[in-house]
């Protein structure tokens, strides 16, 4: 349970900069800790925090895409 609440106060440390129109995190070795304490990679990480899963259906087909975020929509 420490070590959820610790990576969460720790990702409050992130900041974003615009790259492009999209988000990017300023400095990636503000991951690797938090990723640590979630036992999971600092890529997968910077991916979770920049991108969503948008999906959508259409009869009986769903299409599944990776949209990037801007800085708003990160924050």
Known sequence: MLKIVAAILHLGNI???????????????????????LGIDSGNLNEKLTTRLME????GNTE?????LTVEQVL
């Open 15 to 37: 900041r974003f900069a615009e790259a492009g129109n999209y988000a990017a995190v300023e400095d990636p070795n503000f991951l690797e800790f938090p990723a640590y304490l």
């Open 56 to 59: 959508s259906r259409w009869g």
């Open 64 to 68: 599944t895409t990776v949209v990037t």
